[in-house]
């Protein structure tokens, strides 16, 4: 199910509605325009408190996946934070996440919404 998150990100920078990296994904947050923001599970602690406050009250954010995948799936290298700006892939992403994790005893540790 993983791979299959990975590449509906995929699809979803094919379809030019998606911010990656933190200047972007901060600027696109700012102008209200990101409906999910995904942070890699190996970003840093800084740069997860830094993207929780920038999100809190505009836009959900959950932690998920691993920049090195992440990037991959999206053509990049070294990006920790994407941003989806559209509703339609931001709910059908997070549908496929809780799905991937249901079942698993310590799912919401792996879903770990963080506002």
């Known amino acids: 199910m993983e791979n299959k998150i990975y590449s509906m990100i ?23 325009k990101v409906k999910k923001l ?21 836009t959900k954010l959950v932690e998920f996946g691993k920049t090195e995948k992440i990037s991959h799936c999206i053509g990049k290298s070294n990006k920790v934070v994407i941003g989806i700006m559209d509703d339609g892939f931001s709910k059908k992403i997070e549908e496929m996440i809780e799905e991937s994790y249901k079942g698993a005893n310590d799912w919401w540790e792996k879903l770990k919404y963080m506002n």
């Open 10 to 32: 995929g699809l979803c920078m094919k379809a030019g509605k998606l911010a990656y990296g933190s200047d972007m994904c901060e600027e696109k947050i700012k102008f209200s």
């Open 38 to 58: 995904i942070v890699s599970k190996d970003a840093s602690n800084n740069t997860k408190e830094k993207f929780k406050s920038l999100c809190e009250g505009k």
